[in-house]
């Protein structure tokens, strides 16, 4: 079964940092896209970033950039979000993803299609 | 930035209805656009990409329609655990895959 488990949620205080880690099982870790989701309290969902199987190509969300670092380890399968200089806005349950793709029409339609639990930061004083 | 918006924001519904959830891209999207679904406490579950592909194991009473900016969730002969959170989600500008901000759908 493909399976995404998170870890690394805390408490933190405005400006600390965290490294929230998604060990991957079930599947090629090698051969996807992966990406982080986050959740904040009662609200919906805010892509947060995503790097390709190369680890070549990376984006972040604009209220994320310059502060928040993924990246991936493929002899350990498992996919790393490291937050700095956190705020409050930052709290939320953060989904590690599974990004796949599809053929359909002669196009690659991309898509979620494996989700973690996710894991909870708290940023508070 | 693509920003993604749905209509409405909630409705309340019966056992057996059928449902329409419409999502508007800010700008011309083709076909990239995914559906999903989350019941409270869980994840996200996918049930359509591509505008209109039912993902594995998908129930056949979702269905999806729409191209360019304007999509729609149907799901016919709702059942009781459909009440949910539907997101339409686009994947046109790779990576940043925004999402809409949600449709809940309740018990009427």
């Known amino acids: 079964e493909d399976q995404l488990v998170e870890s690394g949620g805390a408490m933190v205080r405005p400006g600390g940092s965290l490294r929230l880690s998604c060990a991957v099982s079930?599947?090629?870790?090698?051969?996807?896209?992966m990406a982080w989701v986050r959740q904040a309290p009662g609200k919906g969902l805010e892509w947060v970033s995503s790097i390709n199987w190369t680890g070549g190509n990376i984006g972040y969300a604009d209220s994320v950039k310059g502060r928040f670092t993924i990246s991936r380890d493929s002899a350990k399968k498992v996919l790393y979000l490291e937050m700095n200089t956190l705020r409050a806005e930052d709290t939320a349950l953060y989904y590690c993803?599974?990004?796949?793709?599809?053929?359909?029409?002669?196009?690659?339609?991309?898509?979620?299609?494996?989700w973690g639990k996710g894991t909870t930061v708290t940023v508070s004083s | 930035d693509i920003q993604m918006t749905q209509s409405p924001s909630s409705l309340s519904a019966s056992v057996g209805d059928r449902v329409t959830i419409t999502c508007r891209a800010s700008?011309?999207?083709?076909?990239?656009l995914n559906w999903y679904q989350q019941k409270p406490g869980e994840a996200p579950r996918l049930l359509i990409y591509a505008a209109s592909n039912l993902q594995s194991g998908v129930p056949s009473r979702f269905s999806g329609s729409g191209s360019g900016t304007d999509f729609t969730l149907t799901i016919g002969n709702l059942q009781p655990e459909d009440f949910a959170t539907y997101y339409c989600q686009q994947s046109h500008t790779t990576p940043r895959f925004t999402f809409g901000p949600g449709t809940t759908v309740d018990i009427q």
């Open positions: 700008q011309n999207i083709n076909k990239f």
């Open positions: 993803v599974r990004r796949a793709r599809n053929l359909v029409e002669s196009y690659f339609y991309y898509y979620m299609d494996v």
């Open positions: 079930g599947f090629n870790f090698d051969e996807y896209d």
